[in-house]
């Protein structure tokens, strides 16, 4: 159990921008152009909103010690 929260706790963003990006293929190929394409939008948003997160974690981690 604790490999998979781990697991869950690194990869998180990579599995939610996946599911994202898979949504928006689904959404295109349904004939939602442009949710699928409001939705892929979201692919970017959320690898670089974990990754600004990891960088603030870190450097308040840094000020602790």
Do not use: C
């Not at 998979?4 to 190929?29: C, D, N």
Request: cysteine-free; overall charge positive; charged content about 10%.
């Amino acid at each position: 159990m604790n490999k998979i929260i781990e697991f869950w706790g690194i990869y998180y963003p990579i599995i939610l921008a996946f599911l994202s990006f898979l949504y928006s293929v689904t959404l295109w190929f349904t004939g939602h152009q442009l949710e699928g394409i409001f939705v892929g939008i979201w692919v970017p948003s959320i690898l670089s909103a974990s990754i600004a997160l990891r960088q603030r974690r870190a450097h308040h981690n840094d000020q602790k010690n």
